[in-house]
């Protein structure tokens, strides 16, 4: 969407503030903090990636509108990882464009980037280190001070249990107080965009449940905008947007109830497996690779 007249549009360069009224698509001037709020989280236009010659992703396209709960739902070997591999720049991205808060992570990494919050499939906590160590580590190199980083640690966990546990070692946690910490860690520096990837694999149903309520209260109390991947439709709630990914392309993107509808599907679940010949996401762990 070009909002600002050279078709760019920045969260916070001034450089690049319009000297000129800026318009809507219908003619409506509307101020900076407006046109700033219509720039999506994060946009993905045509992106492809391969393999050799196996084909990860496909053309792929879809937006996260600011301060939405957006679930990335497909099979394990959707894609869905190899999308977050490319979000992250580890790896690169040859074909087609990804953008963050409207700045091009080809063009603009560092500016993208540090808008970017990540909690990745696999555990990357230190074990060794206590928690609080693990959190401020994380924020001196996002160039928090100590003191702001202690700050953001009481406020992130207030009422929490493991507010008091902050001095013992990581390795002493359960799986689920783990991530908990994972995703703690990936608010410290107040990123706009937060990217989850599987978040709640492995984990009994008490804790998924749990991780979900804690991250969309995160969502709702900072106006942060989350990327949840799943394969899991019980994760997903009515008010969410969702993107089906299957075999690398998308098959639909918008509103739970838009996608059910579109589907003439009495639920999620349903619309689902018309879209991609499934029962269940889950069904597809069973034959795939994850990506």
């Known amino acids: 969407m070009d909002v600002f007249s ?17 318009m809507s698509g219908d003619g409506r001037r509307i101020d900076l903090s407006e046109a700033r ?12 990636h391969s393999y050799g010659s196996r084909k990860a992703l496909d053309d792929v396209s879809f937006t996260v509108p600011q301060g939405s709960f957006t679930a990335l739902l497909g099979p394990n070997g959707a894609g869905k990882s190899t999308l977050f591999s490319l979000v992250t720049r580890l790896f690169n991205t040859r074909h087609g ?11 603009r ?8 919050g990540v909690v990745f499939q696999a555990r990357t906590l230190d074990l060794d280190l206590s928690i609080r160590q693990n959190l401020t580590y994380h924020a001196a190199l996002h160039g928090m001070k100590r003191g702001d980083a202690d700050k953001r640690i009481g406020e992130i966990l207030a009422g929490s ?16 107080q783990l991530r908990r910490i994972e995703i703690v860690r990936a608010f ?16 009994d149903i008490r804790s998924r449940a ?22 899991l439709i019980d994760e ?12 690398g392309k998308v098959l639909a993107e918008g509103a739970v109830s838009d996608v059910t509808e579109a589907e003439n599907a009495q639920s999620i679940r349903e619309a689902f497996s018309r879209l991609t010949g499934l029962a269940r996401p889950s069904e597809a762990a069973e034959t795939e690779t994850v990506l």
């Open 161 to 176: 249990e493991l507010a008091e546990r902050l001095g013992e070692k990581a390795r002493n946690l359960s799986g689920g």
């Open 37 to 48: 709020a219509l720039v999506p989280a994060l946009a993905v236009d045509g992106v492809s």
């Open 236 to 247: 997903i709630d009515a008010s969410d947007r969702v993107v089906v990914l299957h075999h």
């Open 188 to 203: 410290m520096h107040r990123p706009r965009l937060i990217l989850l990837d599987e978040p709640t694999t492995g984990l």
């Open 109 to 116: 990494p560092t500016e993208a980037l540090r808008r970017l």
């Open 97 to 107: 464009e990804i953008r963050i808060l409207g700045y091009p992570l080809q063009g």
């Open 6 to 22: 050279d078709g760019w549009v920045g969260e916070t360069d001034k450089e690049k503030t319009p000297t000129k009224p800026t």
């Open 210 to 231: 749990e991780i979900v309520a804690e991250v969309r209260r995160l969502v709702r109390d900072e106006a942060v905008s989350v990327l949840w991947a799943t394969h």
